[in-house]
């Protein structure tokens, strides 16, 4: 563990209660892509399989049974407790596009071809781009509330702490997961054009807009 | 090893 894993991890952290926090107080799921935080679901169960069995840590146990239980939770708040307030019009991405490659990637690059091994690199590879159906609504829509962005930016914040705990693990420990860290790079990608908007709008205290 | 790789990340 080093700090830019653990500030990464509590920014994930912070990401979900920001998430639970936005539905909760705005009765709303209005701008969330249930397609995206179905796709984390999908992404936790499949990672967090060795629950039973690999210990870790402490740490590490109930970080991941934290992520399966937040994960399920806001997927029942937006099913059932606040579903008419989610539009499905606007959520069309179609995940079949990123769960197919993801399952071939997993099958072709992987460490060991083994039934939880290739969960793991599916989960890994399926991660990297989980959030583009957020993204994409978020294209469609044009805005989204302030309170959203700032969901997005801290898992966005997430996946760019977890490049510099890769070179630090390189130099100390002489760790390289070259899977983790092609996905992450993928995924910390994708955030880019957010970023942006973020910092020069949201940050500036513009409403999050995206040019016409 | 069962742990080589790892996956002591979340």
Request: one cysteine or more.
């Amino acid at each position: 563990m080093n700090l830019f894993r653990l500030l990464g991890d509590l920014s994930h952290l912070a990401s979900i209660f920001i998430l639970i926090h936005k539905i909760q107080t705005t009765r709303s799921c209005r701008g969330i892509s249930f397609q995206t935080q179905a796709l984390y679901v999908t992404v936790f169960v499949a990672r967090y399989i060795d629950l039973f069995f690999r210990w870790i840590s402490l740490y590490n146990f109930f970080m991941k049974i934290f992520f399966i239980a937040s994960s399920v939770y806001i997927l029942y708040l937006m099913k059932y407790r606040y579903r008419p307030t989610h539009d499905p019009s606007i959520d069309t991405f179609k995940v079949e596009y990123l769960v197919g490659p993801a399952v071939v990637l997993s099958l072709i690059f992987n460490y060991k071809f083994e039934f939880t091994e290739i969960l793991w690199t599916f989960s890994i590879y399926l991660e990297a781009v989980a959030i583009l159906p957020q993204l994409f609504m978020l294209q469609r829509t044009g805005e989204a509330e302030t309170i959203t962005t700032h969901y997005l930016a801290a898992l966005g914040a997430y996946r760019a702490l977890y490049i510099p705990n890769w070179i630090y693990r390189y130099f100390t420990e002489d760790v390289v997961d070259p899977i983790a860290i092609v996905a992450g790079l993928v995924q910390t990608g994708l955030y880019l054009d957010f970023f942006y908007v973020y910092f020069t709008k949201v940050l500036q205290g513009q409403k999050f807009e995206l040019p016409a | 090893d069962d742990d080589y790789y790892g996956h002591d990340e979340l």
